[in-house]
């Protein structure tokens, strides 16, 4: 590997950037590809560079058909900020830790974060939308409300909306989504981008207690995070 093409490697992975090493089997030329450009020895084709952005949001490594290329995918832990330090959270956490994800937890109730429910997770006590701003949601990130409160879950969905966050779900019934689908669209939301969030959140599963609601949300932000991978490489 050259010494530039290596310390773009590491700028990339000190910055958290999502990024690909593509390297010719044929004669181990290499390049970094990102999601809006490349730098090294391959002469990467419009084409090719389609499927290797493709492979990176799709975090698939393995060798492109017919090309002789081998496409190596560096992505950061995902994330989840989780708004409500309630009994759900308590159940979600930890599971999501289990997952792989970096896990957030948001919200002004300070009793409510330091009574032990999110235990060993990394807390904010500020309102919702202040805390968004130091999360900064990315392509990488989850965000689930669960607070049943309109003054904590619609900023935090505001915000996530302005991001662009891969999974945004919010707690309540379909009546409570249905106002709340409403209220933002009272402050400027589209129909189209109030589509984002999943509400009620989570797969039905006919769910009941937290710890169940939770395996539903966690399930599905899974699926979500891994959509169009089933497929995979034919490699």
């Given at each position: 590997m050259k010494r530039d093409v290596l310390h773009q490697i590491e700028e990339a992975r000190a910055r958290k950037h999502t990024f690909a090493t593509v390297t010719s089997l044929a004669t181990g030329a290499q390049s970094?590809?990102?999601?809006?450009?490349?730098?090294?020895d391959l002469g990467l084709g419009v084409t090719q560079l389609t499927e290797i952005r493709r492979r990176i949001a799709q975090d698939l490594s393995g060798v492109m058909d017919d090309s002789g290329l081998f496409v190596r995918i560096y992505s950061p832990p995902a994330r989840m900020v989780i708004v409500g330090a309630v009994?759900?959270?308590?159940?979600l956490a930890p599971m999501a830790q289990l997952a792989g994800f970096d896990v957030t937890v948001i919200d002004p109730r300070e009793a409510f974060v330091r009574s032990g429910t999110v235990g060993g997770v990394h807390a904010i006590v500020e309102w919702p939308d202040d805390g968004m701003k130091q999360v900064k949601p990315d392509s990488r990130t989850a965000v689930v409300t669960l607070t049943h409160d309109p003054k904590l879950d619609d900023p935090a969905l505001a915000a996530a909306l302005r991001t662009d966050a891969f999974y945004i779900g919010a707690l309540g019934s379909k009546k409570t989504h249905a106002q709340r689908l409403a209220r933002l669209g009272e402050i400027g939301f589209t129909a189209a981008q109030c589509a984002r969030i999943i509400g009620p959140v989570g797969l039905d599963i006919n769910a009941l207690t937290p710890a169940e609601i939770a395996v539903s949300?966690?399930?599905q932000v899974v699926e979500r995070l891994r959509a169009g991978s089933r497929r995979g490489p034919k490699s």
């Open positions: 970094v590809v990102r999601a809006h450009d490349q730098f090294g009994h759900i959270a308590q159940a949300i966690m399930a």
